[in-house]
């Protein structure tokens, strides 16, 4: 079993920045592919970002190039996602999700474990 809690929420204007946390515990955390999803309210969770494993590989979805990065500290066990010139339609609950082996999908299916989820407002 892994244990993710989610950190770091809030509420934001538009423009702003917004760093998240998932620490992690209970299995060796470096052998977990991480990624963050998002769900709006009435909406699907939507894949945002993802490190492999080895954290040698990133992936993001095409809305938040260039504004979040996704980074991991496998000493901390802990994956973050920064979140720099907030719009108000990055505005939900934020999870993040562990994959075992994982290069770092976009598909929700691979996941193995998921946190409670942190939210996320962005007021315009």
């Known amino acids: 079993q892994v244990q993710l809690v989610e950190s770091g929420g809030g509420l934001v204007q538009a423009g702003d920045s917004l760093r998240l946390s998932c620490a992690a515990s209970?299995?060796?955390?470096?052998?977990?592919?991480m990624g963050w999803f998002r769900q709006a309210p009435g909406k699907e969770r939507e894949f945002v970002a993802a490190?492999?494993?080895?954290?040698?590989?990133?992936y993001y979805t095409d809305s938040v190039k260039g504004r979040f990065t996704i980074s991991r500290d496998n000493a901390k066990n802990t994956v973050y996602l920064q979140m720099n010139s907030l719009k108000p339609e990055d505005t939900g609950v934020y999870y993040c999700?562990?994959?075992?082996w994982g290069g770092g999908s976009s598909s929700k299916a691979v996941y193995d474990y998921w946190g409670q989820g942190t939210q996320v407002t962005v007021s315009s």
């Open positions: 999700a562990a994959d075992l």
């Open positions: 209970g299995r060796t955390f470096s052998n977990y592919a």
């Open positions: 490190i492999s494993f080895q954290g040698g590989n990133t």
